[in-house]
């Protein structure tokens, strides 16, 4: 079974089988050293064009310290142009318009040149140049741990929480802090960046916010972003920034970041999957990161996204079909995958590991909570919903305009 945060985009039907044989039947053949998986020539060259499609050539290659490579791609050559839809596409270079409630400082504060005001390792050993943006290369046991190709980078398990008559609650669990009720052009928050434990491989820990419209196992369209831990599709239990999109109800299309064809990158400082650090620590630093998407009404319709102040990029309204209008809903908040291994609740942790009402220093919180109502203008959530599948493993608690959450899974309450 492919894991929620480990599996990319449409393949066909011939190189799903081809994945198949891969995985399932040994081959008296080449030896990965990398993995140690044994495959014939044949489908060692289909995992090498899956590979070449996905990585796209580079200008510029970092070697992080941390193992992963980051590509300097040609803004103009980027994966998002690979989308039938885009094909003829042209970048927006800034947005054409802001909802009310922008100040000029946010729209005017940051040049192309400025820091990200946070930092991901590959910084340490060399920075993209101008015209290109920094890609995350996949590599062959990326695709490997993800046991699928046709499963690489996209969820197999939707991620919106409706209510609990929706959810398996042996998989999913959350924490979260809702509005519905208007027509949305947008939301802001900062979330509070940890870097919590997770138990088993394929299970994963997010803290991010959900922007969406439709109903899931119909149509639904849906942004996400945030930090998330997720070991079966980064390798590593260190938290890493992430953008998910999807158009068809996690089904077929969307993916996370750039792993498939859709979001278009601008910034050429922050890449999409890398670790993002300092993290927060316990009664010490605390420390965030800020997103920002709204609606640019007046060219294109396209779906902005600021990270800390900076233009980031944006997802184009062609890839949508319900969201080309408004979202009918946002959410923020944590969620956690729970397999129940051995018969018991996780320990993977959600936020902190910490329960809500630790607090300040303790408690993971989300703040400067706004919404762009049908207005287009910026305002703090009304009536917002609390939401909890398991208050014992993990809960939240709303203190006006922010709120805390979290909680360590496994403890004499959640057994």
């Known amino acids: 079974m492919a894991p929620p945060c480990g599996s990319g985009r ?8 081809t994945f198949y044989l891969f995985f399932l039947i040994p081959m008296s053949s080449a030896r990965n050293r990398n993995t140690n998986t044994i495959f014939g020539k044949k489908q060692k060259l289909e995992v090498q064009q899956q590979l070449k499609r996905l990585n796209k050539p580079a200008l510029k290659s970092i070697e992080s310290p941390d193992g992963d490579i980051i590509d300097c791609v ?16 042209t970048i927006q270079m800034r947005p054409s318009s802001y909802p009310k409630g922008f100040s000029f400082d946010e729209i005017n504060d940051v040049s192309s040149n400025s820091e990200p005001e946070f930092t991901q390792p590959w910084h340490l050993n060399g920075r993209c140049p101008e015209g290109t943006i920094p890609i995350r290369r996949t590599k062959e ?13 996209r969820k197999k398990y939707h991620t919106i ?16 802090y809702s509005e519905v009720g208007d027509k949305y052009y947008g939301m802001t928050a900062d979330i509070n960046l940890w870097n919590p434990h997770t138990q088993e491989e394929n299970e994963f820990s997010s803290s991010q916010f959900w922007l969406a419209k ?5 149509d639904l369209d849906a942004i996400e972003a945030g930090g998330m ?3 079966t599709l980064y390798g590593d239990k260190k938290t890493r920034i992430f953008i998910y999109w999807t158009d068809d109800a996690y089904q077929r299309r969307g993916c996370y ?30 420390y965030a990161l800020k997103f920002d998407v709204w609606k640019d009404v007046n060219a294109g319709g396209h779906w902005w996204l600021k990270i800390n102040n900076r233009d980031f990029g944006y997802w184009p309204s062609s890839i949508f079909s319900l969201l080309s209008d408004s979202a009918s809903r946002v959410r923020w908040g944590g969620a956690v995958v729970n397999y129940n291994s051995g018969g018991q609740h996780t320990t993977t942790q959600m936020g902190s590991g910490h329960f809500a009402e630790e607090g300040p220093g303790k408690a993971s919180y989300f703040k400067n909570l ?9 305002r703090a959530p009304r009536d917002p919903i609390l939401f909890m599948t398991k208050p014992n493993c993990y809960n939240i608690k709303d203190y006006g305009g922010f709120f805390y959450y979290g909680g360590p899974g496994r403890n004499p309450n959640c057994p």
């Open 161 to 176: 929480p409706h209510a609990q008559s929706d959810l398996n609650p042996n998989v999913y669990e959350y924490a979260t």
């Open 370 to 378: 706004n919404v762009y109502d049908g207005l287009q203008t910026r």
């Open 74 to 89: 040609d803004i103009y050559k980027q994966p998002a142009f690979d989308h039938p839809l885009l094909k003829n596409h």
């Open 257 to 286: 970041n750039l792993l498939c064809p859709g979001f278009v990158q601008l910034d050429k400082q922050i890449a999409m999957g890398a670790i993002v650090t300092p993290y927060s620590q316990y009664d010490g630093n605390q």
């Open 10 to 17: 449409r393949w066909s039907r011939a190189i799903k089988m």
């Open 214 to 218: 439709g109903e899931y196992g119909h």
């Open 141 to 153: 046991e990326d695709l490997l741990r993800a046991g699928s190709i046709a499963n690489f980078g």
């Open 229 to 231: 831990v997720c070991e």
